[in-house]
C-alpha cells in the first residue's frame, strides 16, 4: 500500500515540498516564535534571560500602554484612509486611460512608476518634497499664493497625517488603477453603446454598468490594499519615524521601536501578534460586508 501511494503521489508530494518547506520555516515558524516570545518578559538590556509572564504584556498594553489605543486609532486612520482614497483616484485614473487617448500606452506605463519604485526611495524624495524650509510643496504652494508661511508638513500635527495619506495614495492607487483598467476592457462595448441608444446619461452608464460590472474586481483589488497599506511600514518610517512624538505611529512601526529600538523583544511579540489579529479583524469584517455579493 505504502509503495503503491508513493508511486501514484510521490513525485506530487516532491514538487510541494520546496512550497511546504518555504511556509515552514519562513512563515510558520516566525509566527509561532513571536507567540511564544509574546508570552515571556524577554529584554535584551535587562541583563536577565527569559522569564514566563503569560498575558502579562497584553495586559500592560492593553490597560496600562497610554499609547497603544492611540497607536490602534492610527492603525485605522492609516489603513481605511489610504485604501479609500486611493479608489477615489484609482477609479477616475482607470477611466480616463480605458479612453481612447493619444500616447495611451505611454500614460498607462508613467502611471505605474510609483508603484515600482522602492517604499523606501520614495519616503526619501518625498521627505525633500515636504521639508519645511526648501522643499517643492512650501516652494509651489508659496508662488501660487495658497500659503503665506512656510508649514513643517511632517512635524506638524495637523498637517502630517494629510502628508503620509497623499504619499500613500501616490504610491498605492496604480495598482488599483492597472486592475480596474482590466476590468474596463472586458466589459462589452456593444452593452454600453446599447444604453447611450436608449438616452442613459455616462453617470447613468457608470453607476449602472460599469461599477456594478467592476465590483468583483474592487472586492479582491480592495483587500489586497488594505493588506498592502498595512505593510508599508518603510514608508511611514522613512518619512516620520512615526513622529512627532507617537502622532504618526501605527502598530507595525510600533513592534519596531519596541523591539529593535528598545530591545524589548517580548513586548515587541505581543504588539505583533495584536497587530495580526487586528489586521485579520479587518480583513475579516470586509468579506463579511462585501463578500457575499462579490462570490
Known amino acids: 500500500m505504502t509503495r503503491k501511494f508513493i508511486r501514484l503521489h510521490g513525485f506530487g508530494y516532491l514538487l510541494l515540498a520546496p512550497a511546504v518547506i518555504y511556509l515552514v520555516a519562513f ?21 536577565k534571560g527569559m522569564s514566563f509572564i503569560g498575558l502579562d504584556n497584553y495586559k500592560f498594553l492593553i490597560t496600562e500602554d497610554d499609547k497603544f489605543w492611540k497607536i490602534m486609532w492610527n492603525s485605522v486612520v492609516w489603513v481605511l484612509g489610504s485604501t479609500l482614497f486611493q479608489f477615489a483616484v484609482a477609479i477616475p485614473a482607470a477611466l480616463i486611460l480605458s479612453a481612447k487617448l493619444r500616447s495611451r500606452g505611454l500614460w498607462r506605463g508613467l502611471m505605474m512608476v510609483p508603484w515600482v ?11 525633500w518634497i515636504y521639508d519645511g ?33 497623499l504619499t500613500s495614495v501616490w504610491k498605492g492607487f496604480p495598482y488599483i488603477a492597472l486592475m480596474l483598467l482590466s476590468g474596463l476592457t472586458g466589459i462589452s462595448k456593444e452593452m454600453m453603446e446599447a444604453a447611450q441608444v436608449d438616452g442613459a446619461t455616462a453617470w447613468q452608464r457608470f453607476t449602472r454598468i460599469t461599477l456594478p460590472l467592476l465590483k468583483p474586481i474592487m472586492y479582491v483589488t480592495g483587500m489586497v490594499a488594505i493588506v498592502s497599506s498595512w505593510t508599508k511600514f518603510e ?18 512601526t510600533y513592534v519596531y521601536t519596541n523591539a529593535f ?17 487586528f489586521v485579520l479583524l479587518i480583513v475579516g469584517i470586509y468579506a463579511k460586508l462585501f463578500g457575499k455579493e462579490n462570490d
Open 27 to 47: 512563515q510558520f515558524y516566525p509566527l509561532f516564535e513571536t507567540i511564544r516570545l509574546s508570552l515571556y518578559d524577554y529584554s535584551l538590556i535587562a541583563n
Open 261 to 277: 529600538v528598545y530591545y524589548d523583544l517580548g513586548k515587541g511579540s505581543a504588539i505583533a501578534t495584536l497587530s495580526m489579529v
Open 133 to 165: 524650509h526648501n522643499g517643492l510643496a512650501n516652494y509651489y504652494l508659496s508662488a501660487l499664493n495658497i500659503i503665506q508661511e512656510n508649514i513643517v508638513w511632517l512635524g506638524d500635527d495637523f498637517w502630517v497625517w494629510p502628508a503620509l495619506l
Open 117 to 127: 519604485a522602492p517604499v523606501v526611495i520614495i519616503g526619501i524624495v518625498w521627505k
Open 235 to 252: 514608508m511611514i518610517w522613512a518619512l516620520t519615524n512615526g513622529g512627532p512624538g507617537f502622532e504618526t505611529s501605527i502598530l507595525p
